[in-house]
């Protein structure tokens, strides 16, 4: 009896396929997902693509463009700022902002920022006359050189001294404290308000800021890196490369009620004080009742000291001795021991230091209902060459 098993007969590549058989179907609905995936790959990498080259067509315009950053219209950052705390739509913030960070909530708009430090200036005359350093990190730190004199005559066949005198240096170190303010509204009156917010809001914290921080810049006490006020390091009557270093030189002036010639005498030698290199910036900063006590001082055939036309406060085009007044309530009246006037270079006697701009959080979580706009810089000062700036002191007696 024949066992052996009949094997089915072979399919050539021209027989006719069975739709039926399920291994048939198996294949071809594989091939069909495969190309379906390979179109769908290709028309997302082609736009992707096209989207990139795009945005790399944008940048290259930009660039050529220059400016602000190839922006055509110099307030929409001010514009986006406006509706992201009105509304919370930040989607012009992020195609406006030059840094955007989701993780940390905050961005900087370099266009706002820029008329915030307009603003600071305005109102901080010690900002405008300063140094002003814009940093990354949490402290400047710079270095002064002390010149010491060694050189000696000798003759040809005479000995030489194997070490002569070697310059000093005197680190300053400057760090930043945060100046903050949080203005809060609730979401009807921003939903509702047909008044520019932004621009208020930004406006009060530049006010609020520019005057704490020009405080701060005089009288400042210096801790935890706030700002070191020029009037809180100290004076003594010695003159530079005498005094210790850290202290101001003071010129006195011999009564709290002086005669036109103490006052006269009092300001020609705060001038002398100040060596030649200080001179072409100097400039004087007294408040305005001292301007103003300035103001009256005449001589014995009654010719005025300070004869300004026009505006007396600001001191715009009228020179005191040939040298600029600026006019800055933050200084001291005058009074006993007081320092009413400051003289010098204040670019070399006092920097300010920045770590970026002002930034703005929208919260709209810490109180439901109400928008906080949490409102912050970090800013920070100190003397810098204590050779540049001399201070017209009124004796106690």
Known sequence: MNTARKLAPIQTRNAPVNDNDPATRAVEELRSAVEQHRTATDERLTTELRA???RLDEFEVRGQRGGTGGNDDPDVEIRALATLIRAGDDTEVRAAASDNNPDGGWFVLPQVDTTIRTLLTDISSLRGLAEVVTISTDKYE??????????QWVTERGDRPQDTARPELKKHSYGVAELYAAPAATRHVLDDASIDIANWLIQNAVHDFAETEGEAFWTGDGVDNSPKGLLTYGTTAEKDFTRAWGVHQHVAIGSTTPLAEQWADGLIKLIAALRKPYKPNARFIMNSATAVRIRTIKDEDGRFLWAPTGNLIEGVEHPLLGYQVEIDESMPDIGENALPIAFGDFRQGYVIVDRQGIRINRDELTQKGRVIFDTYKRVGGG????????????SAN
């Open 52 to 54: 990139l080259q795009d």
């Open 142 to 151: 710079r270095f002064y050189s002390f010149g010491k004199r060694g050189a």
């Open 383 to 394: 003397a810098g060459d204590f050779n540049a700036i001399k201070f017209l002191k009124v």
